[in-house]
């Protein structure tokens, strides 16, 4: 089974947020910054990212992928799992690509919310 590596929760409030999840987990995150934070945790990361305007075609811009809430799982050769399944057949999926964290796909799964599936 492929590992869960990343919770990502979008919000116009970061500093809100974190101070929510700080007292949830009992510990502060691995990283801060007024637009985003970290928390990690065995493996899972937690990432709390500031809201940009909603882009409800989920077009790719200013370099990144659609800015929703979402969750990841981890694959060896994202290539491969893209081009074997049915990952791409989403009216919204997002093809492969390189970003700053590294390869990422973007689905979407039958009711509608947004999956990453991350190269490790």
Do not use: C
Request: charged share 20%.
């Amino acid at each position: 089974m492929r590992p869960l590596v990343e919770l990502a929760l979008f919000t116009h409030e970061v500093s809100s947020l974190v101070a929510f999840y700080e007292e949830l987990l009992g510990g502060a995150p691995a990283f801060q910054s007024e637009q985003m934070a970290m928390f990690q945790l065995d493996g899972l990361h937690i990432l709390i990212h500031h809201k940009s305007p909603a882009r409800p075609d989920y077009e790719v811009g200013e370099g990144g992928p659609p800015d929703e809430d979402h969750f990841a799982i981890a694959v060896k050769n994202l290539d491969s799992v893209w081009a074997e399944g049915s990952l791409g057949e989403a009216a919204a999926a997002i093809a492969p690509s390189t970003y700053p964290w590294g390869r990422s796909a973007y689905t979407r799964d039958p009711d509608g919310r947004l999956v990453e599936v991350q190269e490790k």
